[in-house]
Each structure stands twice: as C-alpha cells, then as structure tokens.
Nanobody, 117 residues
Framework: QVQLVESGGGLVQPGGSLTLSCVASESIMGIYAMAWYRQAPGKQRELVAF???????KFGDSMADRFTIFRDNFKNAVTLQIRDLKPEDTAVYYCNADRGGGLPYTWGQGTQVTVSS
C-alpha cells in the first residue's frame, strides 16, 4: 500500500504563502485522485482540493481562490500552494490517495500549518 509523507508546514504570518508537499512511496500514476484535506481544532476534516489522474481538479467550498493543487505523476508527489494565509487556515493538512473503486483511502500523517502574527 502506498505511503504518503507530507512536509512544508509551519508558522506563517497572516497574508503569507506556503507550499505543502506530499511524496508517495510508489507511483501515483494509477491512483484515481490525490487530494489535500485539512482539520482544524475541534472541527471535522474537510476537503481542500483534489486532482484526478485525468487532470480534473476540484476544490472544497471557498477554497479555489487561494489554493492551488499540483499533481506530479513523474515525481510521485502532490503539492498544495496556499496564498494570503488567514488565521482560519490554521489546521493539520493531510495528503490523501484515493485509488477509486471503493478502496480505502490512504492518508499521510499530516503537517501542521499555523497562521498567527
């Protein structure tokens, strides 16, 4: 089963930018969708964005304006760029692999993003 390792989180001031990276332990070419989710303290995990192997991209509610997802099948990686960070973006960000066909998702361990002055 593929393993996912996220990196790039940290403490950022409001208005700043951040790029999160997720590297898979094996090829992601056959994985239906690679996604980023986030979970803020006391809240449910929510979709940030996903990109399918056909290039279809979908964002969670109100995410499209400040988030960019890029899936690199040759590097077995998916990145998430976040612009104009806000305190409400503070969360643990998780990488996710959806192999489709009802198979269980694979999750990374998460990377903490804290937006604070």
């Amino acid at each position: 089963q593929v393993q996912l390792v996220e990196s790039g989180g940290g403490l950022v001031q409001p208005g700043g930018s951040l790029t999160l990276s997720c590297v898979a332990s094996e090829s992601i070419m056959g994985i239906y969708a690679m996604a980023w989710y986030r979970q803020a303290p006391g809240k449910q995990r929510e979709l940030v964005a996903f990109q399918t192997y056909a290039g279809l991209t979908k964002f969670g509610d109100s995410m499209a304006d400040r988030f960019t997802i890029f899936r690199d099948n040759f590097k077995n990686a998916v990145t998430l760029q976040i612009r104009d960070l806000k305190p409400e973006d503070t969360a643990v960000y998780y990488c996710n692999a959806d192999r489709g066909g009802g198979l269980p998702y694979t999750w990374g361990q998460g990377t903490q993003v804290t937006v604070s002055s």
